[in-house]
């Protein structure tokens, strides 16, 4: 038997004033400002200019095939998080979903690969931001990434409804950039769509060399990571006006936009590079310009550089609310957990938001090249871990509650766990053994200072409207 959830009826104190009662997010946002906050994260054209181009360096014409199959799973994904989200509506996310369902280690582990991933991509892409404001000034990365994560903070610390506007004028600028790359693309083709199966890379004597199906599987990991911000309406789901039926809205409508504003543009620019080589080296605003002229590419690396910051943004409320909800749930040492579960003059978690900002402009300094493997490698375990508490989603009082049910259960979660097991062992074993680490490091934490306080430490709350 799991060491599960403490029951519901116990999980906040009937006394709303108790000082010592488990602090309550507002419900402020409806789907449309939810999906412009879940569609901020997945930033589809910072991830389109950031992190596309690493995988046409290794997949070449095989890219838009790798993020087609990466999308397709995480349509499974959708599911297991939409049902599990409307079931276990909180601000912690997966840890919520798979504590409540799986037992609270495996809610432990997931709490860590998330917080893992959320703290380490923002200053990751921020950096990216000096490259696309090349062409007004030269800047430094690390300054201009610590700068950009700083402003993100800022903006972090706002009510959540002025920042679903915030970020919805950034998203409008993305779309717009990645519509001029897609259009730009298709009319300066160079070659059919037959080539997009052609599995093809510029070698190192700039000849084709094949792609095989293992590189493939192993751009999976990464695939996964280009749409993965989707999730992010779970995290929300305590400040979405009626959860069981907005969670799944969001989640769905999320990754089916963001999955078309990134593959489309993929497809073109697979269509429409010069040679092999050009494709390889994946210098998509170089090929923006050559297919226009200079003030095209100038103004598409801006659109880019905005994406950048909104993506900073989003990526502060998501982390800062995880932090949240980890303090209300008595994960760390009381003095820890009564700073970061306070709420400030907007209702946001003003100490919770400055923890995960400031660090990510300090990081800014350290070099994270390794770390997109190792993010990859999280989201992928993450991910498995969600999909295995999907199929314990409707044992005992979870079977009648209500929430949205995804279609072809428990076939959808099975197969998802057994092709993102596979996907694991094909990846780098340095990346594994980092996400091994710290994996390891989280349970020792767990065997000799959470579960030891099993009563008192790791109790998973949810919102009392989140029971009925």
């Known amino acids: ?55 046409f360096g290794s997949l070449g014409t095989a890219t838009a095939l790798t993020i087609a199959v990466g999308s397709l799973l995480c349509v499974a994904v959708a599911f297991c998080y939409s049902e599990l989200g409307t079931l276990v509506p909180s601000a912690g996310g997966e840890y919520a979903m798979v504590s409540t ?27 990216g931001t000096a490259d696309y404001l090349a062409p007004i000034a030269h800047l430094d990365p690390s300054w201009t990434g610590a700068a950009v994560m700083l402003l993100a903070t800022l903006a972090g610390l706002l009510d959540l409804r002025a920042n679903a506007w915030i970020t919805g004028v950034f998203l409008v600028l993305e779309v717009i950039a990645a519509a001029v790359v897609a259009v730009l693309g298709f009319a300066h083709g160079e070659r059919g769509l037959d080539s997009l199966a ?5 070698g190192a004597d700039g000849r084709p060399d094949a792609v095989t199906a293992l590189l493939v599987v192993s751009g999976l990991a990464i695939a996964l990571f280009i749409t993965q911000g989707f999730s992010t309406a779970v995290y929300l789901s305590e400040e979405l006006e009626n959860p069981r039926r907005n969670v799944a809205r969001t989640v769905l409508a999320t990754l089916g936009i963001s999955a078309v504003i990134i593959l489309v543009p993929v497809v073109a620019i697979t269509l429409g590079a010069s040679d092999l080589a050009a494709l390889t080296g994946g210098d998509i605003s170089a090929m923006v310009t050559a297919w226009s002229n200079s003030a095209v590419g100038t103004f598409v690396s801006l659109c880019v550089a905005l994406a950048i910051v909104n993506a900073g943004i989003v990526m502060v409320i998501q982390n800062s609310r995880v932090l949240f ?27 919770a938001t400055l923890a995960v900002g400031v660090p990510g402009a300090v990081l800014c300094f350290v070099n994270l090249d390794t770390l997109y493997g190792v ?7 993450m991910y498995l871990l969600v ?26 979660p099975a197969l998802l766990i057994v092709v993102l097991g596979y996907v694991l062992t094909q990846q780098e074993p340095e990346h594994l053994l980092w996400t091994g680490g710290i994996t390891a490091v989280a349970t020792l934490y767990w065997a000799l200072y959470l579960r030891p306080r099993a009563t008192t430490r790791w109790l998973v709350t949810l919102p009392e409207d989140a029971r009925s």
């Not at 589809?44 to 200019?49: D, E, G, K, Q």
């Not at 999909?387 to 959808?412: D, E, F, I, N, Q």
């Open 387 to 412: 999909a295995a508490a999907a199929l314990l989603s409707r044992r005992g009082a979870h079977r009648h509650a209500r929430a949205w049910r995804m279609p072809l259960w428990p076939a959808v």
């Open 1 to 55: 038997m799991t060491d599960t959830l403490r029951p519901a009826e116990t999980a906040v104190p009937p006394a709303p004033a108790d000082p010592d009662s488990p602090r309550k997010l507002k419900r402020s946002i409806g789907v449309v400002g939810g999906t412009l906050l879940t569609l901020s994260c997945v930033t589809p054209a910072s991830t389109l200019f950031v992190v596309v181009p690493d995988l």
């Open 325 to 351: 909800a980890s303090a209300r749930d008595k994960a760390w040492p009381e003095p820890v957990n009564a700073v970061f579960s306070r709420l400030g003059r907007f209702g946001s978690p003003w100490v």
């Open 198 to 202: 052609s599995m093809e890379v510029a």
């Open 101 to 127: 369902l799986a037992g609270r280690l495996a809610g432990w582990l997931v709490f860590v690969l998330s917080l893992l991933v959320v703290m380490i991509v923002p200053p990751v892409i921020a950096m």
């Open 375 to 381: 993010t990859g490698v999280s989201v992928t375990g």
